[in-house]
């Protein structure tokens, strides 16, 4: 597997026109939208668009992650729902010639707080709404794109995941 881009910059420095973006949502959506049809700035008053806004039938509530579709088959996409749900993704598997599609399987009420490359990190750790920080110790086996992933922490009566930070 190759080295996957870590910072946007970085994602996006050769991004060509002709280049398909994909936008993953909270709501486990992916949207596909062409490079070539975001609107340029042209004068330092142009304040840009707001990426939710680019993309006809947006109905997630707000955008997780954008993702070129220059980036290599086998990188691995790392998805994490509110329930502590895991999972991981090839790359290729998202490469669908369709407009919108889900990314996940989401359980009733539950939503995605992550989504991004896992970038060579081996486990994650698991920040909850309680404040205390729960690691997963053993690596997140691969799934399909239509899965809901694995359990990565049970979770008491009330506390959610509220973030994630990889680990290598």
Known sequence: MQKSATTPEELFVKTRTDVTLYFLG??????QLCAGDIPECRSAKDKGVIPEKLIRDFSDDY??????????????LLT???RGMLKCSAFAEYKINRKKYESALLRDGD????AGLLGGA????M???????????DPIPVTGRRTYGVRGIKLPEGVTVTAIAKRK
Not at 111 to 114: A, E, G, P
């Open 111 to 114: 939503k995605l707080i992550y």
């Open 26 to 31: 909270n709501r486990a959506g992916v949207y």
């Open 122 to 125: 081996s486990t994650v750790d």
């Open 127 to 137: 920040l909850l709404s309680d404040g205390k920080k729960k690691p997963r110790k």
């Open 63 to 76: 955008l997780l992650c954008v993702l070129p579709s220059t980036l290599p088959d086998d990188e691995i």
């Open 80 to 82: 994490a729902t509110e």
